[in-house]
């Protein structure tokens, strides 16, 4: 490991593994067991914390705090657990992901993901390609995030929630159950709509593609009818292309999930304002 783009106040324990090229600004710590990829840079005053692998390209703003101690009162600190993060990821100031609480398990995050500052996520999450959190945003534990998801600001997703990919919430949302891919959310457990420009944006999607996700969130959350009795309706279209497939398969998941899983589909904003 060479020596030279280490500030000489960083503390670096000497079996942590960083490629030659990796930046450690003043005052950072970075801990036993970690690895650290080519052109990674570490902020001032940045921690990562043991059993923390990253790969390349990544970058570590000050204040941040990655693979702390599992905020969970079960935890046993003596555990092996583990933070795992591909590559080309920008974590801005103050983000703080936890590792995993189960032995043996890993918190994950992908590839070219986007962390504003004072974002978090706890343990067990699995954070895909592409996602963006928005300044505050929290993920709480065992929670999944699909591909492309853009979270809220100052916003919040419940333990053991499924999001879908390419979904857009908006500010301050908070959701406490699952949301289905390429959907809009707001407010409180509300879906109001497609995510229209997100799809449009979207190259792999064509606009076939985009008339059968249309039809299948009709299905969903326009025709009056129960999830369970929607889903059995979207199974009749086994000429569907994979993304309409994606959003049947979300439902058909979200539907069948078990303790502490089970936490429901998303309803439409519509269906809420109607019971009010």
Known sequence: M???KIHPTAIVDPSARLADDVEVGAYAIIEADVEIGAGTVIRPHAIVRRFTAMGSGNYVDSFSCLGGEPQDYKFD??????LRIGDDNMFREGVTISRATTPGAATMVGN???WMANSHAGHDCQIHDGVILANGCNIAGHSTVGAGAILPANGNIHQFVYIGEKVMFQ????VGMHVPPFVMCAQDNNVVSLNVVGLKRSPEISREDRLEIKEAFGITYRSGLTPK?????MNEHAEWSDPANKFRQFVQDALAAEKPFNR???PHLSRISTRR
């Open 2 to 4: 060479s020596l030279a």
């Open 77 to 82: 600190a003596s555990s092996q657990t583990f």
């Open 112 to 114: 070219k993901t986007f």
């Open 171 to 174: 500010g301050c949302a908070q």
């Open 229 to 233: 009795v929607a889903l059995e309706k």
């Open 264 to 266: 429901g589909l998303c």
